[in-house]
């Protein structure tokens, strides 16, 4: 049942946030009962191609893979070698993203992300303020990608990311160094963007991820040794 709803949402054409028909509707669809329907529905819920509301209609989902999102999550909490692997899949992930970001952004795209970038500089040493800027360029860039499943993978990714930067972050402060060198690799992948420059924009994206990499493999996490 809940394949025939899925295949109902896909040919149907529904985007996110828009109803999907009754309980009741679905029963006399397919001929089955409404617990059918509702079980099938909430199978939907969990993998987060629906999203099914209080006494209201189910709406279809942000179609955000929400099993990976909690695996992800599960993981990283659980084995702390597993961040080596998250920081591999974000290399990734945000290399391409950069390098099709750079075959795809427009005059105003540019604009949008210096005035991100800015922001991250701006916010110095604050991590209360540094992580969500850092987050917001590169969700921004994630999206100018145009691909949807590296932006939607890259936003489930998004509740660990934000705890990954923040710990990356202490780490630097608790050693001495400062967020000049990443405000620089920040700021020359924007400008790579900006030139159109794939190769170098995908290079930098990934000296990102490795630079922050090589800080958890010579210290912590979650109190275990590394």
């Known amino acids: 049942m809940a394949e025939r709803i899925r295949a109902d949402i896909s040919k149907g054409g529904l985007q996110p946030g828009e109803e999907l028909p009754s309980e009741a509707e679905y029963g006399e669809r397919f001929e089955v009962s409404q617990r059918v329907v509702r079980d099938a529905l909430r199978t939907l819920n969990n993998e987060g191609i629906i999203s099914t509301r ?16 909690n695996y992800i999550r599960f993981l990283v909490d ?7 692997e998250l920081m591999d899949f974000r ?18 795209d540019v604009a949008r992300l210096r005035q991100a970038v800015a922001e991250v500089v701006r916010t110095g040493d604050d991590l209360e303020a540094r992580v969500p800027a850092d987050l917001r360029l590169h969700e921004l860039i994630a999206q ?83």
């Open 54 to 69: 209080q006494g209201k209609r189910a709406v279809v989902g942000s179609l955000r893979p929400a099993a990976m999102s």
């Open 78 to 84: 659980t084995d702390p070698s597993a961040i080596d």
């Open 91 to 108: 290399a990734l992930l945000e290399g391409h993203a950069a390098r099709l970001a750079a075959e795809r952004v427009t005059d105003d």
């Open 144 to 226: 100018l990608s145009g691909n949807r499943l590296i932006d939607s993978m890259l936003e489930v990714l998004a509740e660990t990311l934000a705890e990954e930067r923040r710990r990356g972050a202490e780490i630097f402060q608790s050693a001495g160094i400062g967020h000049e060198q990443t405000n620089d690799q920040h700021l020359a992948l924007v400008e790579a963007i900006a030139a159109r420059d794939g190769d170098a924009a995908e290079r930098c994206a990934v000296e990102i991820v490795k630079r922050a990499g090589s800080y958890w493999s010579s210290t912590t996490f979650h109190g275990q040794p590394r």
